[in-house]
C-alpha cells in the first residue's frame, strides 16, 4: 500500500501564498511520478504539476511560473509552493503517485485532497 497524506490548504486573498505538502508513507520506494491535481466546482479535474524520480518537473500553463513542485527525499514528501494565487485556482487539490510496479493491485495512488480557497 501507498498512503498520500495532504496538508497546507486553506483560504487565502488572491495574490497570497499557499505551500501544500504531500506526505508518503507505504511502498515509497515503488514511486516513479507525483503530480498535483485539482478540481474545481463543476469542472472535470486537471493535471496542474508534476515531478519525475529523476527530478523532471513540468507545468500547467496557467500556473506555469507561478507554482513551483519540489521534493524532499528524505522526508518522502512533494510540495507545490503556489504563489501569486488567482480566484481561479480555487478548487480542492490532490497528490497523486505512480508506481513502477502494480502494489496490493495497484499502480498509482491518490491523496485525499485539501481545500484551496482563494477570494477575490
Known amino acids: 500500500q501507498v498512503q498520500l497524506v495532504e496538508s497546507g490548504g486553506g483560504l487565502v486573498q488572491a495574490g497570497g501564498s499557499l505551500r501544500l505538502s504531500c506526505a508518503a508513507s507505504g511502498s515509497t520506494f515503488s514511486i516513479l511520478n507525483i503530480g498535483w491535481y485539482r478540481q474545481a466546482p463543476g469542472k472535470q479535474r486537471e493535471w496542474v504539476a508534476g515531478i519525475s524520480d529523476g527530478g523532471v518537473t513540468n507545468y500547467e500553463d496557467s500556473v506555469k511560473g507561478r507554482f513551483t513542485i519540489s521534493r524532499d527525499n528524505a522526508k518522502n514528501t512533494v510540495y507545490l509552493q503556489m504563489n501569486s494565487l488567482k480566484p481561479e485556482d480555487t478548487a480542492v487539490y490532490y497528490c497523486?503517485?505512480?508506481?513502477?510496479?502494480?502494489?496490493?493491485?495497484?499502480?498509482?495512488?491518490w491523496g485525499q485532497g485539501t481545500q484551496v480557497t482563494v477570494s477575490s
Open positions: 497523486n503517485a505512480q508506481l513502477s510496479r502494480r502494489v496490493a493491485g495497484r499502480s498509482n495512488y
